[in-house]
């Protein structure tokens, strides 16, 4: 019963250094999707992709990038990191985007980033 | 842009019922959701509504929408410490390509 697969589950990293968030999902969804989660402001969309070989923006994408490995395989990386994206980052998935009540998103157990 | 609103804190005691509300903006929400985190953990599917539903019920979850007032309200009956955990209500617009856009969040805390 995996699901959503987040890796790692914590990580410090000093301003300026880059790092690769990796997620995967073994319930052949074709969506997956990245969120940053900050006190009050609940989760904010940095990244989405809809279907494999397609990547979009959300609302916060500045600062990140994605690739869309393979049909379960999602990453997020942040090429030189600042303390704004100390975070706690999650990874979801649908089957398909849209958000149709029998196919809501799924999430992982999120990665918690902190940049000193 | 869209906008979902909730209060940020509940509090109430062990075997009372708990409401959490939510408002939203956007007028062409196809699904309305509530999501449950645990500390330390991802968000879990609690429940969902089709926005031309104006109730739903699942044991102890009932989810009632006004969509004239675009209000949403998740309650919680005979409410236990081990609901005590943040609720995230959530819609799916048909203007932002289905996505899903979140509220901040309502803490609740069961008190025994």
């Known amino acids: 019963n995996a699901g959503v697969t987040q890796t790692p589950k914590f990580q410090v990293l000093k301003t300026g250094q880059s790092m690769t968030l990796q997620c995967a999902q073994d319930?052949?969804?074709?969506?997956m999707y990245w969120y940053r989660q900050d006190p009050g402001m609940g989760l904010r969309l940095i990244y989405y992709?809809?279907?494999?070989?397609?990547?979009d923006k959300g609302e916060v994408p500045n600062g990140y990038n994605v690739s869309r490995l393979n049909k379960r395989e999602f990453s997020l990386r942040l090429e030189s990191a600042a303390p704004s994206q100390t975070s706690v980052y999650f990874c979801?998935?649908?089957?398909?985007?849209?958000?149709?009540?029998?196919?809501?998103?799924?999430f992982g157990d999120g990665t918690r980033l902190s940049i000193l | 842009g869209e906008d979902v609103e909730q209060s940020l804190f509940l509090s109430v005691r062990e075997g009372d019922s708990s409401v959490i509300n939510c408002t939203y903006t956007?007028?062409?929400?196809?699904?309305l959701y509530w999501y449950k985190q645990e500390p330390g953990a991802g968000l879990q599917l609690l429940t969902y509504?089709?926005?031309?539903?104006d109730m739903k019920q699942d044991q102890r979850l009932t989810v009632l929408l006004n969509k004239k007032d675009k209000h949403l309200s998740l309650r919680i009956a005979d409410t236990q410490t081990g609901d005590s955990a943040i609720y995230f209500c959530?819609?799916?617009?048909?203007?932002?390509?289905?996505?899903?856009?979140f509220g901040q969040g309502t803490e609740l805390s069961v008190k025994p």
């Open positions: 959530a819609e799916a617009s048909y203007n932002q390509g289905g996505k899903l856009i």
């Open positions: 979801a998935s649908s089957l398909r985007g849209g958000g149709g009540g029998n196919q809501p998103q799924h």
């Open positions: 992709s809809a279907s494999e070989g397609t990547t």
């Open positions: 509504i089709f926005s031309n539903m």
């Open positions: 319930m052949n969804h074709n969506s």
């Open positions: 956007d007028s062409s929400s196809t699904y």
